[in-house]
Each structure stands twice: as C-alpha cells, then as structure tokens.
C-alpha cells in the first residue's frame, strides 16, 4: 500500500518559516519525481516546488528565492523549507510522487497570518 504522509503545517505570522516533511512508503522512492503542490481556496492547485531523483529542483514563480525543496532517499523523505512566508501562502499543501503511477498525500494546512 503507497502512502504519502505529510507534516508541519500549521500556523505561523507573517515573516516567518516552517518546514514541511513528506515520507513516502510503499513505493520505490529514489525512482519518482517527488513534489510540493499547494491548494488555496477557489483556486486550481498549483505546483510550489519539484525535486527529481537527481535532485534537480524547480520552483514555482511566487515561492522562487524564498522556499527550499529537498530529498532523502535514504529515508524516502522530501522536505520544503518555506522562508519569509506571506499570507498568500496559505493554503493545503500536498505532497506527489510521480513516476510509473502518480500518488498524492493528504495535505497539511499552512496558515499564514498577517
């Protein structure tokens, strides 16, 4: 059974950080591209950051320069750093893993307080 687990979210003010943790399990990890996507409300899920196998990185244009993704494949983890947060980061943050299949984590609130 694949299962993505995501934590960290939570609350934070405006100018801070948080760190964000996915562990997969059931799935040969060092073989996806793992990604961060981010829901807000009302609007289509967007893609925050990816990371391939490699650990090649790609980030969306609104969190470029403030937010880090990272990978273990040791542990079967990626990590998202998220720097000087603003409120238009809040949001449901999902992880992905994609490859042979495509899977999605059930997400983690990140709230951001002005």
């Known amino acids: 059974q694949v299962q993505l687990v995501e934590s960290g979210g939570g609350l934070v003010q405006s100018g801070g950080s948080l760190r964000l943790s996915c562990v997969a399990s059931?799935?040969?990890?060092?073989?996806?591209?793992m990604a961060w996507y981010r829901q807000i409300p009302g609007k289509p899920r967007e893609l925050v950051a990816s990371?391939?196998?490699?650990?090649?990185?790609r980030y969306g244009d609104s969190v470029r320069g403030r937010f880090t993704i990272s990978r273990d494949n040791a542990k079967n983890t990626i990590d998202l750093q998220m720097n000087r947060l603003k409120s238009e980061d809040t949001a449901v943050y999902s992880c992905?893993?994609?490859?042979?299949?495509?899977?999605w984590g059930q997400g983690t609130q990140v709230t951001v307080s002005s």
């Open positions: 990371i391939t196998n490699d650990s090649i990185t």
């Open positions: 992905r893993a994609f490859g042979v299949d495509h899977y």
């Open positions: 059931g799935i040969d990890f060092s073989q996806y591209i």
